[in-house]
């Protein structure tokens, strides 16, 4: 039997979602959900094709059209926009993958069900820096952390990179992804919702950890250096 997705639908109405994906599971079909699939695919492809037109985060390149090394400055230029839609995709399968399957682990609830309530965290996270590639067009100068995460607060009290990449992830999307993943999870959770809530908070914290000892390994520099 066929049933009608409807993201906006199923955004208002939880167990709504939770009827349809019990209803797939007894081997139904949900009409439009891989097309919203692929829409987010695309969403986050153009914001880090957005970001790679404006020069966020390309600043070297630009230093070569100084340098008068115009050809090289248009390779470049080609090479950063291939890198810009892989981001773009990695970021999504990051999410619609990586971060499922970790959250199914420690909560015992099907992956293919948690994929569905990921679809509605990474718009979500692609809004929130959607908004900072605003502020940052605006203000004409992209800042080392985000204007909506606790990292500004804390550099107040420690010059300590590692914790304050930390406390970057520790932002205004980090809550709302949460509430999302709690107010969708939950549905199918009878008992130990606070258990499920501590584990929800227990990802972020780790996938928090796992960008800020990232962010400030030799990885990066070596990047740096191979593009320059």
């Given at each position: 039997?066929?049933?009608?997705?409807?993201?906006?639908?199923?955004?208002?109405?939880?167990?709504?979602?939770?009827?349809?994906?019990?209803?797939?599971?007894?081997?139904?079909?949900?009409?439009?959900?891989?097309?919203?699939?692929?829409?987010?695919?695309?969403?986050?492809?153009?914001?880090?094709?957005?970001?790679?037109?404006?020069?966020?985060?390309?600043?070297?390149?630009?230093?070569?059209?100084?340098?008068?090394?115009?050809?090289?400055?248009?390779?470049?230029?080609?090479?950063?926009?291939?890198?810009?839609?892989?981001?773009?995709?990695?970021?999504?399968?990051?999410?619609?993958?990586?971060?499922?399957?970790?959250?199914?682990?420690?909560?015992?609830?099907?992956f293919k069900r948690i994929q569905?309530?990921q679809i509605y965290v990474i718009?979500?996270?692609?809004?929130?820096?959607?908004?900072?590639?605003?502020?940052?067009?605006?203000?004409?100068?992209?800042?080392?952390?985000?204007?909506?995460?606790?990292?500004?607060?804390?550099?107040?009290?420690?010059?300590?990179?590692?914790?304050?990449?930390?406390?970057?992830?520790?932002?205004?999307?980090?809550?709302?992804?949460?509430?999302?993943?709690?107010?969708?999870?939950?549905?199918?959770?009878?008992?130990?919702?606070?258990?499920?809530?501590?584990?929800?908070?227990?990802?972020?914290?780790?996938?928090?950890?796992?960008?800020?000892?990232?962010s400030t390994s030799p990885f990066?520099?070596?990047?740096?250096?191979?593009?320059?």
């Open positions: 039997m066929t049933y009608i997705y409807q993201f906006w639908h199923t955004l208002k109405n939880p167990s709504s979602l939770t009827y349809l994906v019990e209803k797939e599971e007894e081997h139904g079909v949900l009409q439009g959900y891989k097309k919203t699939v692929f829409f987010v695919l695309l969403l986050s492809v153009l914001l880090f094709v957005l970001r790679d037109f404006w020069g966020m985060y390309t600043e070297r390149l630009t230093e070569m059209i100084g340098q008068g090394l115009i050809d090289r400055y248009i390779v470049a230029r080609y090479i950063s926009l291939i890198g810009a839609i892989l981001l773009g995709v990695i970021y999504f399968l990051f999410y619609y993958y990586a971060v499922t399957y970790i959250i199914s682990i420690i909560t015992d609830i099907p569905k309530v718009p979500t996270l692609l809004l929130f820096n959607f908004l900072e590639f605003i502020i940052f067009s605006i203000i004409q100068f992209v800042p080392l952390f985000s204007p909506f995460s606790l990292a500004a607060i804390v550099a107040q009290f420690t010059p300590n990179l590692w914790v304050l990449y930390f406390f970057n992830q520790i932002a205004c999307s980090t809550v709302i992804t949460i509430m999302i993943h709690y107010t969708f999870l939950a549905q199918w959770i009878e008992e130990g919702r606070k258990s499920l809530l501590i584990k929800l908070i227990a990802v972020q914290i780790f996938l928090a950890a796992m960008v800020a000892t990232f990066i520099e070596w990047i740096e250096r191979g593009l320059s």
